[in-house]
Nanobody, 123 residues
């Protein structure tokens, strides 16, 4: 059983900062990549940022220079530091674990999702 639990969402004023955390737990052997997606009301879920176990990162153009993703492989935890937040960053942010392998032999790598944490940027 694998679980991803996000924390750190909330209400922040434009220009402010928030730090999201996501911890993966359970019978985990390895995780290829961890990332953050977001979904605003009436819009499709989109990639915000992702990081591989080797530290390679990928960012959406809309957040480059403002958001920073990092990862603690030993703790199976991923972070998203969000600075200079804008109202258009308002969304539910979901944590994703891509290519997760469990300790159960023969189980193929799979994707897992957290339940999401709401980020609201408003004055």
């Amino acid at each position: 059983q694998v679980q991803l639990v996000e924390s750190g969402g909330g209400l922040v004023q434009p220009g402010g900062s928030l730090r999201l955390s996501c911890a993966a737990s359970g019978s985990i052997f390895s995780i290829y990549a961890m990332g953050w997606y977001r979904q605003a009301p009436g819009k499709q879920r989109e990639l915000v940022a992702a990081i591989t176990s080797g530290g390679s990162t990928n960012y959406a153009d809309t957040v480059k220079g403002r958001f920073t993703i990092s990862r603690d492989n030993a703790k199976n935890t991923v972070y998203l530091q969000m600075n200079s937040l804008k109202p258009e960053d308002t969304a539910v942010y979901y944590c994703n674990a891509h290519g997760l392998r469990t300790v159960v032999a023969g189980t193929p790598p799979s994707d897992y999702w957290g339940k999401g944490t709401l980020v609201t940027v408003s004055s």
